[in-house]
């Protein structure tokens, strides 16, 4: 199907305040054979029998995690707020009912952005193949289902990860269809060719490029861990399979020397603060502090046009998107700030930790002045 011409157009615009942690979106690009048409989506429509060949989920709103791009892809992370889409019967977004089950289910694939796609796993979903026990790879509906299975057990226990398609989550009982109340009809934005179609052509990102640095951080580090897991089973550690989750490890770890024999905790430690120079010996490679000030630069070039925008006579702003922006943001911050404090008693330890939170406070500084001038738009803007 032909790209459509927006001039006048109508879209679907997500309520960015309407989402929810744990929030599973399903979709299927009928606007563009190139990123609707892979061969590995066309089939897992066309054998599941449905219309979806896509699945994420909600891991802080309005942000979600999706597994795609092939052999090269991984875990990336998509923001609501850059998305539309063209037609709403070519997506679906469910709610679980019970809100701390999905902020389970949402904390888990937190740590999974930046893991690899397994294009052999999303095939064997819907064709009888042999799954490679070494595949550490991941695809779409499958981080969704374990996400779900690791929340609750019990009420997914018939649930099968690695056996399930994005048709197959549809299919879900318990679930909720919300796609109404998440959705409302508006003009595409004078931005719209920028955005990410849900149902169509996907932008180029940085955040994209983001997923790919720290998918190579991890190929560098996850061997090591897995090395210090062996070696110190006593300790009980579980192995971390990205980047985000080799961080996470190391306050885990840190706290797990009382497990570990008095005679080991010299060994126990060098080995530590071993994995720790290696992380912070990645990071000052500097390929991710460049990468998050260029996405700074783009989020602060489209803040200031739609500033601008906003002191003519009769601005072309949806109001309702840049509200829900701010709700969504506010929401974001607690969340960066929670973080960030359990990080803090261990930077004096580790300098990887260190290295990592100066980076996030300067993306939470940039979120607070971004917020700030989002309320100065919608007071200049709002009815009197």
């Keep these: ?14 309520h ?8 599973i979106l399903l979709t299927r690009s009928v606007y563009d054979d190139e990123a609707g048409g892979t061969k590995q989506a066309k089939l897992i429509r066309a054998v599941s029998g449905g219309p979806f060949e896509h699945a994420a989920i909600c891991i802080a709103p309005p942000t979600f995690a999706e597994a795609g791009g092939g052999d090269e892809g991984g875990v990336f992370t998509l923001s609501m707020s850059r998305c539309f889409a063209h037609d709403l019967q070519n997506v679906c977004v469910l709610r679980w009912p019970d809100e701390e089950t999905a902020l389970k289910a949402a904390q888990f694939c937190q740590l999974q952005v930046g893991r690899s796609y397994s294009t052999i796993k999303a095939i064997a979903s819907i064709v009888p193949l042999d799954i490679l026990k070494t595949d550490r790879g991941v695809f779409c509906s499958s981080l969704v289902a374990h996400a779900y299975k690791l929340a609750d ?11 399930i398609s994005p048709v197959g989550l549809s299919k ?3 679930f909720r269809d919300v796609t109404d109340e998440l959705f409302h009809a508006g003009p595409a934005p004078r931005n719209v060719e920028t955005m ?42 579980e192995r971390p399979e990205t980047f985000y989750g080799f961080l996470a490890f190391l306050p885990l770890a840190y706290d797990a020397i009382v497990k570990v024999a008095q005679e080991r905790h010299q060994d126990y430690s060098d080995a530590l603060f071993a994995l720790d120079d290696r992380a912070a010996d990645v990071l000052e490679d500097r390929r991710l502090s460049s990468n998050m000030n260029r996405i700074i630069e783009i989020d602060r070039t489209e803040l200031r046009r739609t500033i601008a925008e906003s002191h003519k006579s009769d601005p072309d702003i949806d109001l309702q998107h840049i509200s829900g922006l701010v709700r969504a943001r506010r929401e974001t911050l607690v969340k960066r700030h929670a973080a960030a404090a359990s990080f803090a008693k261990y930077e004096k330890d580790f300098d990887s930790i260190r290295l990592w939170n100066a980076l996030q406070n300067t993306v939470t500084r940039e979120i607070e002045q971004a917020m700030v001038e989002h309320q100065r738009i919608l007071e200049r803007c709002r009815p009197s």
């Design 1 to 14: 199907m032909p790209a459509p011409n927006y001039n006048g157009r109508t879209v679907w615009l997500p």
């Design 153 to 163: 057990p019990i009420a997914f226990e018939q649930l099968r990860p690695d056996k």
């Design 196 to 237: 990410n179609a849900l149902d169509g052509k996907s932008a180029p990102s940085p955040a994209d490029m983001q997923t790919f640095i720290t998918k190579d951080y991890a190929k560098a580090l996850i061997p090591w861990s897995d090395q210090f897991v062996e070696a110190f089973p006593e300790a009980e550690l």
């Design 16 to 23: 960015l305040n309407r989402l929810r942690a744990g929030d």
């Design 172 to 174: 879900l009982e318990g």
